[in-house]
Nanobody, 127 residues
């Protein structure tokens, strides 16, 4: 049974940092593309970042480039998202996701290709 469990969300001031973690079970993280989406209040869910199988190539949304960094530890079966210089517009529920295959990332990272979702972690950026 595939499960994705996020942790590490919380309240942080503008300019601060947080690291999200996603513990994966039911599959080997070295074999499937993995990444993050987020959904702000009143907005559609959007792709934030993903990491590909094999060469670990990555994708970042323009809004987070240079501030967020994705990584994974295959031995631990865990995906990470390091978020620096956070802004109020980064406030959202962040979801860990996988298409259940090695495809798509980094060329395509949209909600339509996702097979499995985590339940989400709330990140609030506010002073």
């Amino acid at each position: 049974q595939v499960q994705l469990v996020e942790s590490g969300g919380g309240l942080v001031e503008p300019g601060g940092s947080l690291r999200l973690s996603c513990e994966a079970s039911g599959f080997r993280t070295e074999y499937w593309s993995l990444g993050w989406f987020r959904q702000a209040p009143g907005k559609e869910r959007e792709g934030v970042s993903c990491i590909a199988v094999g060469d670990d190539s990555t994708y970042y949304a323009d809004s987070v480039k240079g501030r967020f960094s994705i990584s994974k530890d295959n031995a631990k079966g865990t995906l990470y998202l390091q978020m620096n210089d956070l802004k109020p517009e980064d406030t959202a529920v962040y979801y860990c996701a996988t298409p259940g295959s090695s495809w798509y990332c980094p060329e395509i990272w949209s909600t339509g290709i996702v097979q499995y979702w985590g339940k989400g972690a709330l990140v609030t950026v506010s002073s």
